[in-house]
């Protein structure tokens, strides 16, 4: 057993989703001098052969139902995040951790509060009771402090990631992102074809990223994709970052760490709404929008009104967009709080907990006195979006008509019996 004391790191990990993967590499990094690393993994959704990679190969792997091994004398904290994170997740480990007296922190994650919520809820008293709790958005932020719950204002972990630079035949041209939604239909599939061409009539070769798995195999669906031209590296989230730096533009259809790689790359980039369709309704894509427009990012809510804003001006026009200073910042501060909170650290800075009367405007920039971020483009309605609109009016409208006529009939059947009494 190492002679360093123990950290216990709990994410969706083990996947080969880079997203989340680039999460656990970040805080590797920032703690492996320090501490010895455990990764509990849930091995019936692990993808096989993961132990050979890094970082877990230089990590202790235990198996999700372990929970005694965070009573373990050596173990001196345990950490959950980042990402979207349901309440209660690993509430097995984060309960049993509480139990021993370790020390617990979830950072790097989307949370809220529901406004109907007593102060007396679980909610409350888990967040009050964590060592460190730290939130990656704005709109996290904005509820839970308006909710008087004390938080840091945090960063997404996959900020910090590091890149391993790609040789050159795999340098430059677009790449795009599929996210992988269950069976694509005809329509979705169709717009990709027009995206590719697009971006082919724009100069670009066009190459595909797969971000997880489960994009690999969605990739199948798409005429468009093949070996030669999608690139397989999603297991080791530096490889996908050092393609996204090298590429000239980035187009991501739905997955939210594709933009942050690219923005932290500094690489022209966009999203796309994958429209998602669940018995027969679109679900928006909610996650990049609330990231987009924080940001500043240009979100498209479908292919056609990308290719409508941008026209043949797509090169001249598409420009590359950095995040605020105060990402970095606020990713520097959640460092030092995790490495200090680890340590146990008697000068740990507590003022976060006090910040929940400081609740910022949702969608503003950060700095003080900034402008306003702009909201996502949306750009000309398709004509199947217009027709259906309008026949959603009529439906209405209609409604409206017949509402009307049973009132008019109504009034007209309540006079009869009057008359009739009469």
Excluded at 37 to 49: D, L, R, S
Excluded at 272 to 297: S, T
Aim: aromatic share 10%; hydrophobic share 40%; proline share 5%.
């Amino acid at each position: 057993m190492s002679s360093k004391p123990s950290v216990v790191l709990l994410g969706f990990f083990a996947r080969g989703n880079a997203g989340d993967e680039a999460f656990l590499h970040v805080q590797h990094d920032l703690l492996k001098d320090d501490f010895h690393i455990i990764v509990p993994i849930e091995h019936k959704n692990a993808y096989e052969g993961f132990q050979s990679w890094e970082p877990y190969n230089q990590c202790e792997i235990i198996n999700y139902d372990d929970v005694p091994r965070v009573y373990g004398s050596d173990v001196a904290a345990l950490h959950i995040g980042g990402g979207s994170l349901p309440f209660g997740f690993s509430g097995q480990f984060l309960m049993s951790a509480l139990d021993a007296q370790k020390r617990t922190m979830i950072t790097g994650v989307d949370s809220s509060v529901k406004s109907a919520l007593g102060r007396d809820h679980i909610r409350f008293d888990i967040y009050n009771r964590l060592d460190l709790f730290s939130v990656r958005t704005t709109k996290s932020i904005f509820n839970l402090r308006k909710a008087g719950v004390g938080v840091h204002h945090g960063a997404d972990w996959a900020l910090g990631l590091k890149s391993i630079e790609p040789p050159e035949h795999k340098r430059g041209g677009a790449l795009v992102t599929l996210r992988n939604f269950g069976t694509p239909d005809q329509e979705h599939i169709e717009a990709v074809n027009r995206l590719h061409a697009y971006l082919e009539r724009q100069g670009h070769r066009v190459r595909y990223l797969p971000f997880a798995p489960d994009d690999q195999r969605f990739m199948k669906f798409f005429p468009t994709a093949n070996a030669d031209n999608t690139e397989l590296c999603w297991h080791d989230p530096r490889q996908v970052k050092g393609l996204i730096g090298a590429a000239d533009v980035v187009v991501s259809v739905g997955r939210l760490h594709t933009l942050i790689m690219s923005m932290t790359s500094q690489v022209p980039t966009l999203a796309i709404d994958p429209k998602i369709m669940v018995d027969g309704k679109h679900i928006l894509n909610r996650k990049n929008v609330f990231f987009c427009e924080e940001v500043g990012l240009p979100f498209y809510y479908s292919v056609d009104d990308m290719i409508a804003e941008y026209g043949d001006d797509f090169n001249s026009r598409v420009k590359a967009i950095d995040f605020a200073p105060d990402y970095y910042e606020r990713l520097k501060q959640q460092f030092d709080l995790v490495l200090k909170t680890a340590r146990g650290d008697a000068e740990v800075d507590k003022s976060w907990r006090a910040g929940a009367a400081a609740v910022p405007s949702f969608g503003a920039a950060a700095a003080p006195g900034a402008a306003p971020l702009p909201k996502p483009v949306k750009g000309p309605d398709s004509p199947e979006r217009a027709a259906a609109r309008e026949a959603k009016r009529e439906a209405k409208r209609q409604e409206r008509i017949r509402a009307k006529a049973d009132e008019q009939a109504a009034k007209g059947g309540e006079t009869t019996e009057r008359s009739d009494a009469a």
